[in-house]
T-cell receptor
Framework: GAVVSQHPSWVICKSGTSVKIECRSL??????MFWYRQFPKQSLMLMAT?????????EQGVEKDKFLINHASLTLSTLTVTSAHPEDSSFYIC?????????????FGPGTRLTVT | DQQVKQNSPSLSVQEGRISILNCDYT??????FLWYKKYPAEGPTFLIS?????DKNEDGRFTVFLNKSAKHLSLHIVPSQPGDSAVYFC???????FGAGTRLTVKP
């Protein structure tokens, strides 16, 4: 089946620094990838839709200048948390849809645990 | 605006019994529905789906039922196993916004 990887799987950074998280589709191409943030009590919040070769589409309430998304190729999207603060500590998950696969099915990465100290 | 909702945040069942997870949607244009399963500290994984041309789709212990008139779908797991304990999310078409999910706990 289709595989999506994320790197790093966990990261600890100091407040004020920036952190980049990579999302890769390993065996398929994805023009669109999605970034989620998991809050306590299980909910998954869609942050933005990452489009290859164009600007990302952010959900209401998500600061685009804080969460920079770049989708440089059909297999790679990156999320950069700029000037991170402790409240940005969370579990970030990306997903992608296989262009040639079962329609509407998403493949999720394993997630990245970000801790800002 | 959340077009797919799960109103039960949690469900606890005994091993071997049936688990029924529910999902409601508002958009009558939706024609494809998916269930995902998520373990802690992992990304969700696809579980089962159903097209609106069907009212039932079965895959082993998992069956999804679709009631278009009620805009309701349900996931049945039988028999439930402790390894099924996870958070379950439903989704529809290309709506990428998940609801709160339902946390299923299967007790041995």
């Amino acid at each position: 089946g289709a595989v999506v990887s994320q790197h790093p799987s966990w990261v600890i950074c100091k407040s004020g620094t920036s952190v980049k998280i990579e999302c890769r589709s390993l065996d398929f191409q994805a023009t669109t990838m999605f970034w989620y943030r998991q809050f306590p009590k299980q909910s998954l919040m869609l942050m933005a839709t990452s489009n290859e070769g164009s600007k990302a589409t952010y959900e209401q309430g998500v600061e685009k200048d804080k969460f920079l998304i770049n989708h440089a190729s059909l297999t790679l999207s990156t999320l950069t948390v700029t000037s991170a603060h402790p409240e940005d500590s969370s579990f970030y998950i990306c997903s992608a849809r296989d262009l040639g696969g079962q329609y509407y099915e998403q493949y999720f990465g394993p997630g990245t645990r970000l801790t800002v100290t | 605006d959340q077009q797919v909702k799960q109103n039960s945040p949690s469900l606890s069942v005994q091993e071997g019994r049936i688990s029924i997870l529910n999902c409601d949607y508002t958009n009558s244009m939706f024609d494809y529905f998916l269930w995902y399963k998520k373990y802690p500290a992992e990304g969700p994984t696809f579980l089962i789906s159903i097209s609106s041309i069907k009212d039932k789709n079965e895959d082993g212990r998992f069956t999804v039922f679709l009631n278009k008139s009620a805009k309701h779908l349900s996931l049945h797991i039988v028999p439930s196993q402790p390894g099924d304990s996870a958070v379950y999310f439903c989704a529809a078409n290309n709506d990428m916004r998940f609801g709160a999910g339902t946390r299923l706990t299967v007790k041995p």
